[in-house]
T-cell receptor, first 113, second 118 residues
Framework: AQSVTQPDIHITVSEGASLELRCNYSYGATPYLFWYVQSPGQGLQLLLK??????LVQGIKGFEAEFKRSQSSFNLRKPSVHWSDAAEYFC???????????FGAGTRLTVKP | GAVVSQHPSWVICKSGTSVKIECRSLDFQATTMFWYRQFPKQSLMLMATSNEGSKATYEQGVEKDKFLINHASLTLSTLTVTSAHPEDSSFYICSARRREGRLADTQYFGPGTRLTVL
């Protein structure tokens, strides 16, 4: 079965600085990869996803992620962070035709003024 | 598109009572929905997979008689917490799976329901 690791529990960046959140997965074939964001007391909002094709994926709110098969990674990036980006970010991995989707433990992003 | 709603957004109940939570896919049909539980500052824990027209599939350790799931239509799944106790207090989140191409599925999440059992 697939699994996901988000090595960073908490990251703090200054507003306007660049951001990279790490995600490593384990899966025997090409996985489906997702990044979700959760604001306090809210559900999860899909930021972007990768199924196949171009390994650089653009999402909403100015986020992008790059699938690197050789590194089993799907890191999330944003060139300039806004205070409203402060939230919990979850990486998830799924498999074709499967109900099974695994979530990472999450990375909490704090944005300093 | 791909909006999922949950109702209620929060509920407080007395110990021993039952609580029903609804999950609806508003603009797409979902043959499969999922119920998760989330503890503070933790990731999501899958409780069960809800399949339209058939019995739900529960994860190991989840009591199916306590957490009743009904997927009555392609847009509605309900989770009933029966005889709720304080330890059932948690944030419950549902998701609905939408087919978005050959072999490609994406889960879209509801806003969650905060359950507090007194």
């Amino acid at each position: 079965a697939q699994s996901v690791t988000q090595p960073d529990i908490h990251i703090t960046v200054s507003e306007g600085a660049s951001l990279e959140l790490r995600c490593n997965y384990s899966y025997g074939a090409t996985p489906y990869l997702f990044w979700y964001v959760q604001s306090p007391g809210q559900g999860l909002q899909l930021l972007l996803k990768y199924f196949s094709g171009d390994t650089l994926v653009q999402g909403i709110k100015g986020f992008e992620a790059e699938f690197k098969r050789s590194q089993s990674s799907f890191n999330l990036r944003k060139p300039s962070v806004h205070w409203s980006d402060a939230a919990e970010y979850f990486c998830a991995v799924g498999a074709p035709l499967s109900n099974d989707m695994r979530f990472g433990a999450g990375t909490r992003l704090t944005v300093k003024p | 598109g791909a909006v999922v709603s949950q109702h209620p957004s929060w509920v407080i109940c007395k110990s021993g009572t039952s609580v029903k939570i609804e999950c609806r896919s508003l603009d797409f049909q979902a043959t499969t929905m999922f119920w998760y539980r989330q503890f503070p500052k933790q990731s999501l824990m899958l409780m069960a997979t809800s399949n339209e027209g058939s019995k739900a599939t529960y994860e190991q350790g989840v009591e199916k008689d306590k957490f009743l799931i009904n997927h009555a239509s392609l847009t509605l799944s309900t989770l009933t917490v029966t005889s709720a106790h304080p330890e059932d207090s948690s944030f419950y989140i549902c998701s609905a799976r939408r087919r978005e191409g050959r072999l490609a599925d994406t889960q879209y999440f509801g806003p969650g329901t905060r359950l507090t059992v007194l």
